[in-house]
Each structure stands twice: as structure tokens, then as C-alpha cells.
């Protein structure tokens, strides 16, 4: 491939130039079929292997027990926001929620169709800038599941582990912009979902794991597409599946595997941050979130003053930084360092922000 820049992108976002490359021999011809991914019937058994080969890197990846069901479904981390409400949170029951940011917001309101919602932790107060401790978690006596947002795009915090559920409870998590970075016991949960565009492959796709037990919990008469036992039994194929974005997914994940895998990663982002989080020390730079909160999967910062943030946006686009615009909703700068992110784009990163310090400090 020709020089590319470096793409901090929070999302759609960065993916293996390695992966980009298979997918656009797979496009006019996949697995020497002589018909392209996109083209191939979901009913075929050239594309029902793509999906097979895809579900089973993911489990090897994440080391997903066979009681657990892989989906990859459609509409993104915001239908799942109704969609578990939907099956597990009965008209008489609770479920809690950690409101760590914009999105935990959403699908706390997204569950109140459904339910009573009880707000078990929010760091609201402080501006989302830290994540809550466990003495600050205050669940209620029998909830449905207690579900929490794993890293916080907007505010750049992530749990460092996971909250504890009610021992009669199980935990729900939006995975979407940290799944997969760091190694996960996934029978800590009881349904893990994440939109696939951050760090496992196109917009468009979503992965949702759950324990199948769960699947014989529903709750109320749902239509056909809402219903997560009804994709489980036919695995993923109810209706036409997000054919391209399975097939790049299946791609990522042993792309995943050959870099090592989830612990490697772990330690490859934990590096990446620290090269960016280590350019904002000293009086120029304010990292939004708070030290023992901040993410290494984006980096919120500012500089002192708005008009500084416009010009250092500007200024990095023009050297081949893009996507450091941080979200619409509180500006300032945000570098997303998902997987495929390298090292190198880190370290331009802090280099650049190190000499428009001196320049414009």
C-alpha cells in the first residue's frame, strides 16, 4: 500500500493493513471460489465456512466456553442497548446500570421501556472523568443483570477490572470500543457486546456473546429479529447476516492470534497510551480523565484554551495526524489507540505535541 497517515479515528477506525489487503483479494475472489465475499449467498457453503472459521477465531481468541453463544448480529451497540432490556429485564423486575458516560446514559434510557432501572454508580458528578470504586457501587438487592459500559469513548475512561455483580445477578457489558484489547474471562458475564467498528473489523456488525442459559430467560413475546435465542438457533443465519463484515472479523481475529495474542495486545496498548499519556505531562496538556481512570484505548486531552485545540487539530492533520478531533460534544483532542493502531503513530503523536508545546506555549 502507498503511504497512509496515521488515523486516530475513534470510529469507524484503524484496521490491519494486513487484514485490508485479504479483503480486497476477497472481494473479486474469494477462497478461489471465482466469486467475491460480497457476492456469495449466505446460504452457500463457501460463506457458511467464512462464518464457521470466524465464530471459531473467536472463541480460540477469547477462549469462549462452548456454553456461550457467538452472534453476529446487525444495528449496531444501540440496538443492543433495547435488545438485552428486551429479552432479561422482566415489567416487574430492575436491572442496574453504571452510568459512566453518553453511551451508558443511552441505554439506561433505552431500558426504561422496559422496566424499572436502578443506578447502582454514576460518575456524572465529576464530568465522567474517573470511574467508579467499588465502595462507591451501590446495587440493588436482586437485580436482572447489572450492566456496564466497559471504556468511555468520549471522556477516555475504562475499567480497570469488572464491577461485582449481586451473587443471584450477572454482569452485561458494552464491549464495543476495548473488546478484545485485553485478555477477558468471559465467564465473569453473563452477555458481552461490542459494534465491531473500534477494534474487531467494519462498521456495520456486531458480536454478542452470552451464556446460553440465558437464552431459556426471556421475558416477554418479542418480534423475530429482537429475539436473541432465535439467532442462536440458527446461528447468526436467521436472516441475511453483515456477509463482509463477518468475513473481515474472522480476519482480525487471526490477525490477533498471530500478533500473539490478547495478552500481547494488552501490553502493546498499555505501551501506546503511556507514549501519548507521557507527552501530556507538564502545564500545556490537561488529560481529561482522571490517572487511575484513563484509557489506553483513547486518549482525551486539551490544551488551554479552544482556540488552541482548533489549531492543534489542524496543525496534525496537515502532518499527517488524522481523526484528533475529539467528540462534538465536549471538543478538544482525542487520540484512539485501538489494536491495530501502531507504535510508530504513537510516537509521532507525542512528538508533534511536544513541539507545538514549545511553539505555541
Given at each position: 500500500m502507498s503511504?497512509?497517515?496515521?488515523n486516530?479515528?475513534a470510529g469507524?477506525?484503524v484496521?490491519?493493513p ?7 483479494g476477497?472481494?473479486l475472489?474469494?477462497?478461489?471460489s471465482?466469486?467475491g465475499?460480497?457476492?456469495?449467498s ?5 460463506f457458511?465456512r467464512?462464518?464457521?472459521?470466524a465464530?471459531?477465531?473467536c472463541?480460540?481468541?477469547?477462549n ?7 452472534l453476529?448480529l446487525q ?15 422482566p ?6 446500570y ?5 453511551w451508558?446514559?443511552k441505554?439506561l434510557?433505552e ?5 424499572a432501572?436502578?443506578?447502582?454508580a454514576?460518575?456524572?458528578k ?5 470511574i467508579?470504586?467499588a465502595a462507591?457501587?451501590?446495587c440493588s438487592a ?7 459500559t466497559s471504556n468511555?469513548?468520549?471522556y ?21 470500543s476495548?473488546?478484545?484489547s485485553r ?10 457486546y461490542?459494534?465491531?467498528q473500534?477494534?474487531?473489523g467494519?462498521a ?9 442459559a440465558?437464552l431459556?430467560?426471556a421475558?416477554r413475546?418479542?418480534p423475530a ?10 446461528n447468526?443465519?436467521?436472516n441475511t447476516p ?8 474472522g480476519?482480525?481475529f487471526a490477525w ?11 501490553r502493546?496498548?498499555a505501551?501506546?497510551?503511556q ?13 481529561v ?5 484513563r484509557s489506553?484505548?483513547?486518549?482525551v486531552?486539551r ?8 489549531r492543534?487539530v489542524?496543525?496534525?492533520?496537515a502532518?499527517?495526524?488524522r481523526?484528533l478531533?475529539g ?10 489507540l485501538?489494536n491495530?493502531?501502531p507504535r510508530?503513530?504513537?510516537?509521532a503523536l507525542?512528538?508533534?505535541m ?5 511553539r505555541?506555549?
Amino acid at each position: 500500500m502507498s503511504e497512509r497517515p496515521y488515523n486516530f479515528s475513534a470510529g469507524p477506525a484503524v484496521l490491519p493493513p494486513e487484514v485490508l489487503q485479504e479483503a480486497r483479494g476477497a472481494l473479486l475472489d474469494l477462497d478461489g471460489s471465482g466469486i467475491g465475499v460480497l457476492e456469495h449467498s449466505h446460504r452457500g457453503e463457501v460463506f457458511r465456512r467464512v462464518l464457521a472459521e470466524a465464530e471459531a477465531a473467536c472463541r480460540a481468541l477469547a477462549n469462549i466456553p462452548e456454553d456461550y453463544a457467538v452472534l453476529f448480529l446487525q444495528g449496531g451497540a444501540a440496538t443492543q442497548f433495547h435488545m438485552l432490556p428486551a429479552n432479561f429485564l422482566p415489567e416487574d423486575g430492575v436491572a442496574d446500570y453504571l452510568v459512566t458516560g453518553a453511551w451508558s446514559k443511552k441505554a439506561l434510557a433505552e431500558a426504561r421501556h422496559y422496566g424499572a432501572v436502578h443506578i447502582a454508580a454514576s460518575g456524572a458528578k465529576g464530568g465522567f472523568r474517573e470511574i467508579p470504586g467499588a465502595a462507591e457501587i451501590a446495587c440493588s438487592a436482586a437485580p436482572s443483570y447489572v450492566h456496564f459500559t466497559s471504556n468511555n469513548t468520549i471522556y477516555g475512561t475504562q475499567w480497570a477490572r469488572e464491577p461485582e455483580p449481586p451473587e443471584s445477578s450477572w454482569l452485561a457489558c458494552d464491549a464495543s470500543s476495548d473488546v478484545f484489547s485485553r485478555p477477558i474471562e468471559i465467564a465473569r458475564y453473563g452477555l458481552l457486546y461490542a459494534g465491531a467498528q473500534k477494534n474487531l473489523g467494519p462498521a456495520g456488525v456486531t458480536l454478542v456473546v452470552l451464556r446460553r442459559a440465558l437464552l431459556q430467560r426471556a421475558v416477554r413475546e418479542l418480534p423475530a429479529m429482537l429475539r436473541y435465542a432465535l439467532h442462536a438457533e440458527n446461528n447468526s443465519l436467521y436472516n441475511t447476516p453483515p456477509a463482509f463484515g463477518i468475513y473481515v472479523m474472522g480476519r482480525v481475529f487471526a490477525w490477533l492470534q498471530r500478533q500473539g495474542g490478547l495478552a500481547e495486545m494488552a501490553r502493546r496498548n498499555a505501551e501506546k497510551a503511556q507514549i501519548v499519556y507521557a507527552a501530556m505531562e507538564g502545564d500545556f496538556y490537561r488529560a481529561v480523565a482522571h490517572p487511575n481512570s484513563r484509557s489506553h484505548m483513547n486518549a482525551v486531552f486539551r490544551t488551554p484554551s479552544a482556540e488552541l485545540d482548533s489549531r492543534f487539530v489542524q496543525e496534525a492533520e496537515a502532518a499527517g495526524l488524522r481523526g484528533l478531533r475529539g467528540h462534538r460534544s465536549v471538543g478538544g483532542m482525542r487520540a484512539s489507540l485501538y489494536n491495530a493502531f501502531p507504535r510508530a503513530g504513537c510516537l509521532a503523536l507525542a512528538e508533534f505535541m511536544r513541539d507545538f508545546a514549545r511553539r505555541a506555549g
